[in-house]
């Protein structure tokens, strides 16, 4: 586990960094509740195929009770951010409407690549 501690609204760089320090997957998708709107959100989880999530954020007390998304290994991450026109960030949200439109079709080739 890395030394630093998770940044209060900032779950794209907490689960980025916990990525970066350890073999965890980053995933990016929706958080959901039954309180809450659906929201665009980062975690991680310990594998590709893990239905677990391991949330850095300080979301203890939080409303949100499912999260849909799709995990990448460091590797297929750093792919995406290549192909986006991020001006140099290390850390974006994939799914955003700026990056999106850049990664799509490589996303879908990176997720087809996995089942053979």
């Given at each position: ?107 879908g080739r990176i997720i087809t690549r996995r089942s053979g």
């Amino acid at each position: 586990m890395p030394d630093a501690q998770p940044t209060f609204g900032a779950c794209y760089g907490n689960a980025w960094a916990l990525m970066r320090n350890t073999d965890v997957a980053y995933v990016e998708g929706i958080a959901v509740g039954a309180l809450v709107r659906p929201m665009l959100h980062a975690w991680n989880c310990a594998t590709l195929d893990s239905c677990r999530a391991v949330d850095w954020s300080h979301y203890a007390g939080s409303h949100w009770t499912r999260y849909i998304g799709v995990a990448f290994t460091r590797s297929e991450y750093d792919e995406l951010l290549a192909a986006t026109s991020h001006g140099g960030a290390t850390i974006i949200g994939l799914f955003h409407v700026r990056y999106f439109g850049d990664i799509e079709e490589l996303m879908g080739r990176i997720i087809t690549r996995r089942s053979g």
